[in-house]
């Protein structure tokens, strides 16, 4: 067995990307508007259990099992069921898949944990997904006792479509959750950005950046930033070396313009409290 890798006190996200490719295809999906490169290596299911057991979490910080659609993963059942039972896991999943083989082959327990928000978190996108399929989908799985919610992008063009999916949600008795549209649309940029001239700039700087998030890539390499994994940029480690461990300290980083939106922007906490940064910069 290889060393356990400790996760510093301040870290509020373990994301575990599974696979970078996609079941659907979103017009407004933020992975094509930051230089998504899709073409990757996948560990496969014996390797993933391997890393994600050596991973030193804590009751209130899950392993989020994302992508992507995680689910597409030849693997996904056989690492979901490999990982340790103390360790608790998230899932973000567009629920694709079927929802019998699903409650068949993991335990509603696998998603237990004490946080104010589900563990299962389905992504609904109106232009490529059916709303009532995808509502009898979570409430199935609702019913068997898995901690389960829909989420949905708060695009400007779709409201008309995720009012209506509120109402429906509410009279099934389905949690409904908009999250904050990012990117540039009509010539403006949406979103709430800690550092607000760190995204969708043309003139890109050199600064210091600390992480508060370990993100794994699909061929299992470790990157400080969304950016960085999401456009194959200097990785800082292999969750399967034996040697890494995490270096909790600023690096230079020369991309500071071209962030992802998802690392600077201000949101909320994995406790639910607003005003949080996945990353803290400095000038250099």
């Known amino acids: 067995m290889m060393p356990e890798i400790e996760i510093p006190s301040h870290y509020n996200y373990i994301g575990v990307f599974l696979s970078l490719s996609c079941n659907l295809s979103c017009s407004y999906c933020i992975n094509h508007t930051v230089g998504l490169n899709q073409r990757r290596k996948h560990l ?29 993963h ?11 039972p103390n360790k608790r896991i998230d899932l973000l999943t567009n629920i694709q898949f079927k929802t019998d083989v699903f409650i068949n082959k993991i335990s509603n327990d696998r998603f237990n944990r004490d946080l104010p928000y589900p563990a299962i978190r ?19 799985l609702q019913d068997n006792h898995y901690s389960i919610g829909l989420f949905t992008v708060d695009h400007p063009h779709t409201k008309a479509e995720l009012e209506h999916a509120r109402k429906r949600c509410l009279e099934e008795g389905v949690l409904f959750k908009t999250k904050e549209f990012l990117g540039k649309l009509d010539g403006k940029v949406h979103g709430k950005y800690h550092y607000e001239d760190a995204v969708f700039n043309s003139s890109p700087r050199s600064v210091n950046c600390k992480t ?14 969304h950016h ?3 456009n194959k940029k200097s990785p800082i480690g292999d969750i399967l070396s034996p040697n890494f461990k995490i270096e909790d300290k600023y690096s230079v980083c020369d991309y500071y313009g071209k962030c992802n939106p998802c690392d600077v922007k201000l949101k909320n ?15 250099l």
């Open 44 to 72: 496969n299911g014996k390797q993933w259990a391997e890393a994600l057991n050596r991973l030193q979490t804590r009751v209130d910080l899950p392993i989020t099992i994302q992508g992507g659609e995680p689910t597409i």
């Open 74 to 84: 030849k693997d996904f059942y056989e690492i979901i069921n490999s990982v340790n």
């Open 122 to 140: 389905v992504s609904y996108h109106p232009e490529t997904m059916d709303l009532e399929n995808t509502i009898s989908k979570v409430k199935k």
């Open 212 to 225: 508060s998030e370990l993100l794994i890539s699909p061929e299992g390499f470790i990157y400080r930033c």
């Open 228 to 230: 960085d994994l999401y």
């Open 269 to 283: 906490n994995r406790f639910q409290k607003f005003g949080h940064c996945s990353v803290d910069i400095t000038e």
